[in-house]
């Protein structure tokens, strides 16, 4: 079970990870935005465009407009998730030293990352359960739900709960050390020995795989949609000048070049 | 089998009435792979809609943010569940997660049944785009809905109301069927009221040769919206524009937009660009029509079959430039009662002209009061995308729709007197308001907002001593 699970299907899970993704992604390109269905206001500039994307994708704007306790939880959820994915990438690539580049110690730089880490793993873990709850509590949200919804959600608590054991209890955990020499060992495709594992990690380990797995096949796929969608509708518009041929116009206002307005997507159906 | 009487739904087009519209209804026995063959092509083509199939987190927010759940508290009403008619299919057919999990994902295969519930859901949505506004990822259900009118259209299955305007569109340039003598008597009525109202000879012409503006109105506004037509004159008038209308486009709205967005729209859009070309005008103006304004605005650069020869813009566009500039000289103490504004989706959500109408309307008016929520984040009235159906069970769905309308005037207190505005400045708004407004007992009247312009422009001479 532990060699399948730590030295099997890591290979087939990122190939399914990836190759699922970009078929997911391939399909979609060669759907095409036929119409302008820029969603208004919008901004004449694509600066101000930008200024919306960002605003969108990094705040849950829209959400945060209309639904603050769903932000709330989403949001919390998703920032925690992003810090710790990337807390995983650098606390393994520099053993917890990583803050020594912004000047602390060694000793302090490990304290910091094993204290932001057990703190975004609660956090992580407290949002789970909000938009689990949610998804039973609120009815317009059950209406929705299909089983595979309430599903992600208690993978991604599977795995979050995993995570924080080994962070908590002593028993379970696992240095850095160890899991970087574990994905050294993958990447360079050395067969895998560690030391001090224990089931919890493996379960880790394996839940992670799977969500690799289901990934490219599910709504999980929303993390590309949001760019996506994003990048259909929320566009500058350039109005078309103003002014009525024949018309004087007043001293205040430049004469008017008519000109075919508005940005539009590549035409033709 | 499934029956007809299952959904709510608005009375089909006869199998006549579809072969007006060049389509053969397809028989029951072979709509489930006909539609299974429709739903591949569209998904593949329209990213939009792709995407509202395969990324929606299925979150919840868009439920309370549709005014036809709120109104109904049906859940397909709610927009992802109205996505979910496409999207279990599409699943079950066409993806790899619905053939191996089925429900659990969310599959499920089409059936007859299905058919007939698009039939009743994709046709109680209003295409308001307010889902698409509040979704996080901006997942726009009116996509959705408008590739499900599409499909239905190919098998043949369109309401009756829309299958007849799309006919009258092909045959006489407007969707009220009007010929142009019928056109012309009307203008020449019209100018007589003008006339005896202002003591102004103010003139609406048809296929005038040498004109500088091609002026699009609603037609409606010939019959049923007169106000608004003569407010369009007036404001010509008053600028001394060279302008006319074409008898062979007398039309603002584009019902292909609603049903059928291939040929249906492209008729009407090539219609019009050939007239531009016919009468040699420099301009193409618009008039009080949301979705139509929303086709010529964003559609026709993507469906004309050639370069469009000269510029369009709207109306209320062009008023309000004028008015920035200080270029008309307006009497807003002749519209004195309490006004509200309706703001039509489709002119906020997706033609970006919310401030352009708050430009206008405070100009004309003394005491205007904005409803709560406005501007891009207003609920629709309820008849958008002129389901504007009689039949009692849909009549009661539609005062149902615009019930959330109904509590936003409400609050306003401008009908509290009974003399309050509600301006509406959109052809479908106006059909769906003025009975709406009795039904829900609001103490408004319906206006158009350029209704309200020339009267500013040319106060009634009664009043004015
Ligand atoms: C740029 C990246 C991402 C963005 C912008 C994003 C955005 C969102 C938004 C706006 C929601 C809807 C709110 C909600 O239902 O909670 C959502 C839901 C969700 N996201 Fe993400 N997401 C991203 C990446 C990810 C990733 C990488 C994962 C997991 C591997 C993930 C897992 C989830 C899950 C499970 C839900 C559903 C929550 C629920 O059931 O309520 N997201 N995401
Ligand atoms: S708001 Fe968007 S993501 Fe959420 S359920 Fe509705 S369509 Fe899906
Ligand atoms: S477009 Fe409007 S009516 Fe249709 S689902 Fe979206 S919010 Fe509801
Ligand atoms: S009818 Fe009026 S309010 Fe309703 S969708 Fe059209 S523009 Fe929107």
């Known amino acids: ?7 099997i299907l890591p290979y087939i899970s990122v190939t399914i990870f990836v190759v699922g993704v970009m078929y997911r992604l391939g399909k979609w390109a060669s759907a095409r935005i036929v119409h302008n269905i820029v969603l208004t206001p919008a901004p004449p500039t694509l600066g101000g465009a930008a200024v919306n994307y960002a605003a969108e994708v990094a705040l849950f704007r829209s959400l945060f407009k209309g639904d603050k306790s769903l932000w709330a939880g989403a949001w919390i959820m998703h920032f925690a998730l992003l810090n710790i994915i990337g ?3 650098v606390g393994f690539a520099f053993l917890g030293e990583q803050f020594k580049f912004i000047g602390t110690s060694a000793e302090l730089s490990k304290e910091m990352s094993n204290l932001l880490g057990t703190t975004f793993g609660i956090v992580i873990w407290v949002a789970l359960l909000y ?7 609120i009815n317009e949200v059950k209406l929705v739900s299909a089983p595979a ?21 002593p028993e379970y955990g696992v240095h850095y050390e160890t899991a970087q020499t574990y994905f050294i060992q993958l990447a360079t495709f050395q067969p895998v020995h560690l030391e001090h594992i224990n089931f919890i990690f493996v379960l880790h380990l394996l839940l992670v795989q799977i969500l690799m797995i289901v990934f490219p096949f599910s709504k999980l796929m929303h993390l590309f949609g949001m760019f996506a969608e994003r990048w259909i509708i929320n566009r500058p518009y350039v109005e078309p000048a103003p002014g009525l041929p024949g018309v004087k116009v007043s001293a205040s206002s430049s004469t008017t070049t008519v000109t075919a307005g508005g940005k539009t997507t590549a035409g033709g159906v | 089998m499934a029956g007809e009487k299952k959904y709510k739904a608005p009375n089909k087009a006869t199998v006549a009435e579809m072969r007006a519209l060049f389509i053969d209804p397809v028989p029951d026995e072979r709509k489930v792979d006909e539609a299974l063959k429709h739903l591949k092509y569209l998904v593949e083509k329209y990213r939009p809609l792709m995407l509202a199939m395969e990324s929606c987190t299925k979150c919840g927010h868009c439920a309370e943010n549709c005014h036809t759940y709120l109104g109904t508290r049906d859940p397909n009403n709610i927009p992802t569940n109205r996505a979910d008619l496409f999207r279990k299919a599409w699943k079950a057919a066409y993806t790899l997660e619905g053939k191996l999990f089925g429900k659990l994902v969310g599959a499920e295969p089409l059936s007859l049944d299905t058919i007939e519930k698009m039939y009743s859901y994709f046709y109680q949505c209003n295409e308001c785009r307010r889902c698409a506004m509040v979704c996080p990822f901006g997942i726009d259900t009116c996509e959705v809905t408008f590739a499900g009118r599409q499909l239905l259209h190919w098998l043949g299955m369109v309401p009756k109301l829309q299958a007849q305007v799309g006919a009258a569109m092909y045959r006489t340039g407007n969707h009220t069927g009007l010929p142009k003598p019928g056109l012309v008597d009307t203008c020449e009525f019209l100018e007589e009221e003008m006339l005896e109202e202002t003591g102004v000879e103010i003139k609406i012409p048809i296929d005038k040769p040498n004109s500088d503006v091609l002026y699009i109105p609603s037609s409606a506004d010939f019959l049923l919206n007169p106000n608004t037509m003569m407010g369009a004159a007036k404001f010509f008038h008053y600028l001394g524009v060279n302008w006319t209308m074409s008898s062979e486009i007398a039309e603002a709205g584009n019902f292909g937009l609603l049903f059928d967005q291939r040929y249906t729209m492209r008729h009407n859009i090539m219609r019009l660009l050939n007239e531009a070309v016919k009468l040699g005008v420099k301009k193409i103006v618009w008039g009080e029509c949301g979705h139509g304004w929303r086709t010529g605005k964003m559609y026709v650069p993507s469906m004309a079959d050639r370069p469009i020869p000269v510029p369009i813009v709207h109306l209320h566009d062009e008023v309000s430039y004028y008015i920035r500039t200080g270029q008309l000289k307006l009497n807003p103490e002749v519209n004195s009662n309490p006004t509200t504004l309706h703001d039509p989706c489709n002119f906020v959500r997706a033609c970006n002209m919310a401030d352009t109408l708050r430009e206008v309307i405070t100009a004309v008016t003394t005491d205007f009061r904005e409803m709560t929520p406005n501007r891009e984040r207003n609920f629709c009235c309820g008849g958008g995308s002129a389901i504007l159906y009689d039949e009692p069970e849909m009549y009661d769905l539609r005062i ?4 959330k309308k109904a509590e936003q005037v409400r609050a306003t207190g401008v009908g509290e007197h009974g003399e309050g505005y509600l301006v509406a400045p959109c052809s479908i708004c106006k059909a769906q308001l003025y009975p709406m407004v009795e039904e829900h007992q ?3 009247e319906v206006k158009g907002l350029i209704d309200l312009v020339g009267t500013a422009l040319y106060p009634p001479i009664k009043k004015n001593d």
């Not at chain 1, 079970?1 to 030295?7: A, C, G, H, P, R």
């Not at chain 1, 938009?131 to 509590?137: D, V």
């Open chain 1, 1 to 7: 079970m532990e060699y399948l699970v730590l030295q």
């Open chain 1, 87 to 89: 807390g995983h990438i």
């Open chain 1, 131 to 137: 938009l689990l709850y949610r998804r039973f509590a």
């Open chain 1, 149 to 169: 919804d309430y599903l992600h959600l208690l993978l991604l608590l599977g795995i979050v709960t995993c995570g924080n054991l080994m962070r908590l209890i």
């Open chain 2, 400 to 403: 149902k729709f615009s019930a």
């Open chain 2, 442 to 444: 609001l103490g408004v």
